[in-house]
């Protein structure tokens, strides 16, 4: 049998297949990174602007509870002290996110975890069954007020499909607290990278090669020649020719300006909740790191998002988990788990939405098992 000259092949640089490719290069195994875009990290790919950090695919905050993946992630770079308290403005009112005291206090004028939970209470009472959808399942956590005002046109806004539309378990991921607590994670650790993302995915890469600009599918077949294994951490659907069909996926558009000013809205992340501005959120990029000499400079640098359904040639970012994109994900897994020798990884290969700890972690499962139960091809 010919010699391959790598033992990996990864399709792709984000956060899974960095990790993926620190784990084997400190296993001894010859690696070949390949990445579509011109810059490698995937979605966590910082650019700069006036000396600024830009995160150039939207908020990222690095968050776990697993102490493991803490110091994994803290042998190659320090963290800052960053605590994610984003804002949501409504029509000119502002209010702390996640649902907490505060948020109540702002909507109620109530000051006390009793009172709130007693008008959440007496807005529930309207739900006569099991939330069957977002609309209900938002009502049910924190009642009608927060649920027309902070949910119901930001969620239609991001996803683009009425809230009653949309299945109940989106909206169980956002916190809610009877405490005046700012904090949206209640992680252990929680930070960003100093000097940027770029830090982190450069060094768990080092050593490794990799080679922008490629298209896995452009050279598919010399490229899977090359290896003995191939993890592939890019969309399912197109890896199998799309023949059960194409896995739907929201996007997102990003309007960056740089501003003459030291502070545009004194925070990193201000939703907008409401339907008359149309995009969904604005991040200011220094906020994330208040410790780089940069962030007392006379300028600053925002970013607009814009959320809509994705067409080719544009990034998928949002799985749209209903029970059509479902089935049809299950159908092309049952495609992937018949593959010999190939692993398939990540937000786009699993057809998943991950933060970033979980998708480290999982990368780091899959490398112990792929490495014990794999054979060569």
């Known amino acids: 049998m010919e010699q391959r000259k790598y033992d990996l092949l990864i399709v792709g640089s984000g956060l899974y297949g960095a990790t993926f490719a620190r784990l084997a290069k400190e296993a001894g195994k010859r690696c070949l990174v390949i990445e579509k875009r011109p810059h490698t990290g995937g979605n966590v790919h910082c650019d700069s602007k006036e000396g600024i950090n830009i995160h150039r695919y939207g908020a990222h905050i690095f968050h776990t509870s697993s102490r493991k993946l803490w110091d994994f992630a803290g042998k190659f770079v320090t963290f800052n002290r960053y605590t994610n308290s984003p804002l949501a403005n409504y029509r000119g009112r502002l209010f702390n996110l996640p649902f907490n005291m505060n948020t109540f206090y702002a909507m109620w004028g109530v000051t006390t975890p009793a009172e709130a939970m007693a008008r959440i209470r007496e807005q529930q009472s309207q739900l006569t069954s099991a939330p069957r959808n977002l609309e209900e399942q938002a009502i049910a956590l924190v009642g009608s007020d927060i649920y027309r005002i902070l949910v119901k046109e930001y969620t239609e806004k991001q996803w683009g499909r009425p809230c009653t539309e949309l299945p109940p378990f989106i909206i169980q991921r956002l916190p809610v607290r009877f405490t005046f607590d700012n904090n949206y994670f209640s992680d252990c650790y ?50 199998f020719g799309y023949q059960y069909g194409r896995l739907e ?20 992340v201000v939703n907008f909740t409401s339907c008359d501005v149309p995009y969904t959120r604005i991040i200011e990029h220094k906020h994330f790191e208040p410790e780089n000499p940069a962030y ?4 600053t640098v925002i970013s607009r998002e814009y959320s809509s359904e994705w067409t080719d040639g544009a990034e998928p970012f949002y799985p749209i988990n209903d029970t059509r994109n479902t089935e049809l994900y299950q159908q092309y897994k049952a495609l992937a788990d018949r593959q010999r020798n190939v692993l398939f990884g990540g937000r786009l290969a699993e057809y998943k939405y991950y933060d970033m700890d979980d998708v480290m972690e999982k990368a780091m499962n899959d490398f112990d098992e792929f490495m014990r139960s794999g054979t060569e091809r």
Do not use: C, H, W
Request: hydrophobic share 35%.
């Open 296 to 299: 007392s400079s006379p300028v």
């Open 190 to 239: 929680q930070g960003i990278p100093i000097g940027g993302y770029n830090k982190l995915t450069d060094a768990l890469l080092e050593g490794t090669e990799v080679i922008t600009g490629i298209d896995f599918f452009a050279d598919r077949v010399r490229l899977e020649s090359l290896a003995s294994r191939l993890v592939f951490t890019g969309r399912i659907d197109e890896f």
């Open 249 to 268: 996926y929201r996007t997102v558009r990003f309007e960056t300006e740089t501003l003459d000013m030291q502070n545009y809205q004194g925070n990193a």
